[in-house]
């Protein structure tokens, strides 16, 4: 039994996901790491729109997983990527919730990039 914090979304703490409708594309290092129609635009309370990224139009030849894991007690345990690109390495580029909990299912096999950490996040 699980001894971390377990929260459901509310009015103190709004969640909403609905799917982006335009193209996302995420560049690192100069290079197309994820090219999708298909993402989810993660609101969480007053923290900006994230982007959810469907893990299946992701280059996963350039992804390493890494031992770094972080918990929310909205979304659950997430996972993180490195990502390399011609041997440039960002680390902890991407997070994932494998198993996300029951009011976010909808980002299963989804993830999502640190604005910071990547050339960019193009939506549109």
Wanted: aromatic content about 8%; some cysteine; hydrophobic content about 35%.
């Amino acid at each position: 039994m699980s001894d971390k914090p377990r929260l459901l979304p509310g009015p103190d703490h709004p969640i909403t996901i609905t799917p982006t409708g335009k193209r996302v594309v995420v560049t690192v290092a100069g290079k197309v790491v994820a090219d999708t129609q298909d993402a989810l635009s993660l609101q969480e309370s007053t923290y900006p729109a994230m982007q959810y990224v469907p893990l299946a139009d992701v280059d996963r030849s350039l992804l390493t997983r890494t031992e770094t894991r972080t918990y929310c007690p909205y979304k659950g345990d997430a996972g993180y990527y490195s990502v390399t690109v011609d041997g440039h390495t960002v680390v902890d580029a991407i997070w994932e919730y494998v198993a996300p909990y029951d009011a976010v299912a909808q980002i299963k096999d989804h993830v999502a990039f640190y604005p910071d950490r990547v050339d960019s996040i193009q939506v549109g």
